[in-house]
């Protein structure tokens, strides 16, 4: 098997921590990378050659792009700053664009690659609704869906010549709230059929 490793965001160090995952499951640092800004949420690249990280803090915020060697070592390769902190960062099948969405703005975000690297290159920021939680592309990379908490809504965009496009409806919501599981959180897509999960907020 493959050796796997796992990368920490550690907010209040400005880093991230880079695991070795032993086959008895046991975890050994292997790395702790400064990265001069807080970081959030992460995506590794398709082939898991790069890792990019949305940091941010009061001064500036952005996605850095991070190399990974055979040892799974990271090391910093370019920094591009984007208009708000990112809340949670997905990448398409092909490793070319960067989808986001910012929960405490409401909104929803796009942004191209150059050469693999994100160098700051936005393409669209759209407001959708309040607590816009996750992005996720389906296995095709045509449409993007963003969970939002606080509407109990999932909002629905095809994404077609680097523009995000609203289906219609643009949202579909998520279980009644007498059920008490309600409020879309994170969504994952099966891996053969066209069915989407989601966790929500509550249940």
Known sequence: ??????YVSVAGDNAIEVYKIGEDGILDLVQKLDLGNSPGNSVLSPDCKKLFVAV???????????????????SIIAFGSTPIR????????????LFACHYGEGK????????????GKVLEVLATDKNAHCAQID???????????GP???????????KLIALNPIKVGGPDKGNNYHEPRHIVFHSKHKILYSSNEFG
Do not use: C, R, W
């Open 1 to 6: 098997m493959a050796t796997q490793f796992l």
């Open 56 to 74: 941010g803090n009061k001064e500036k915020t952005g996605i850095l792009t991070l190399g990974i060697d055979e040892k799974g070592v990271l």
């Open 86 to 97: 990112l809340t949670y960062l997905t990448i398409d099948k092909k490793g070319l664009y």
């Open 108 to 119: 929803i975000s796009s942004y191209k690659l150059e050469d693999g690297v994100y160098k």
């Open 139 to 149: 296995s095709n990379d045509e449409y993007v869906y963003f969970p939002h908490t």
């Open 152 to 162: 109990n809504s999932i909002y629905q965009f095809q994404f077609k010549d680097e």
